[in-house]
T-cell receptor, first 114, second 116 residues
Framework: ETGVTQSPTHLIKTRGQQVTLRCSSQ?????VSWYQQALGQGPQFIFQ???????GRGNFPPRFSGLQFPNYSSELNVNALELDDSALYLC?????????????FGPGTRLLVL | AQSVAQPEDQVNVAEGNPLTVKCTYS??????LFWYVQYPNRGLQFLLK??????LVKGSYGFEAEFNKSQTSFHLKKPSALVSDSALYFC??????????????FGKGTTLSVSS
């Protein structure tokens, strides 16, 4: 176990709704990254937060947004859900200040959009 | 742009035999390479990484990986496979770094099936 936790584990939403996913980072880690893993694919980078600010973003539309809190936990918000948003959402935390840091992943939240 | 390729969707080996899961990379600058494993309905577990130094990297659960700069490869290996090694394996490369952290770019994954 990595110490990275995510909630909820599973979620079912309908098109057009909004969803918030949560992640608690491993102790001592101040960087959180979010990834989307569609069925049969490798994870794709959504964005990264470092010390409460967005610190890099992948090729995802603005309806994907996030927050990081002073305790370094993080939220991923997705507005106007589409069917293609159905995926496993993974968060990963990493140690501060080291460019080659290892990212440790949580168990993921599986989102199904109907 | 940074990228990795995993040319095999599936690798089948018998228990006790050596296994190899292949990965090739394309990067600008020095490659920082990682292997992760994913069991069903689980997140990704870190196995090992290459940053610099020895070309043979040892990791968790008896896995190792060989970095080959001339062939731009980073193949995952294990001398003797176990049935419990059956899982989905991902190779990843660090994206061009920014100030404090960076994204990982993943391959599409290789399913390893070890038969008893």
């Amino acid at each position: 176990e990595t110490g990275v936790t995510q909630s909820p584990t599973h979620l079912i939403k309908t098109r057009g709704q909004q969803v918030t996913l949560r992640c608690s980072s491993q102790s001592g880690h101040n960087t959180v990254s979010w990834y989307q893993q569609a069925l049969g694919q490798g994870p794709q980078f959504i964005f990264q937060y470092y010390r409460e600010e967005e610190n890099g973003r992948g090729n995802f539309p603005p309806r994907f947004s996030g927050l990081q809190f002073p305790n370094y936990s993080s939220e991923l918000n997705v507005n106007a859900l589409e069917l293609d948003d159905s995926a496993l959402y993974l968060c990963a935390s990493s140690q501060p200040g080291r460019a080659q840091e290892t990212q440790y992943f949580g168990p993921g939240t599986r989102l199904l959009v109907l | 742009a940074q990228s990795v390729a995993q040319p095999e969707d599936q690798v089948n080996v018998a228990e006790g035999n050596p296994l190899t899961v292949k990965c090739t990379y394309s990067v600008s600058g020095n490659p920082y390479l990682f292997w992760y494993v994913q069991y069903p309905n689980r997140g990704l577990q870190f196995l090992l990484k290459y940053i610099t130094g020895d070309n043979l990297v040892k990791g968790s659960y008896g896995f190792e990986a060989e970095f080959n700069k001339s062939q731009t490869s980073f193949h995952l290996k294990k001398p003797s496979a176990l049935v419990s090694d059956s899982a989905l394996y991902f190779c990843a490369v660090r994206d061009i770094p920014n100030q404090a952290g960076t994204a990982l770019i993943f391959g599409k994954g290789t399913t390893l099936s070890v038969s008893s």
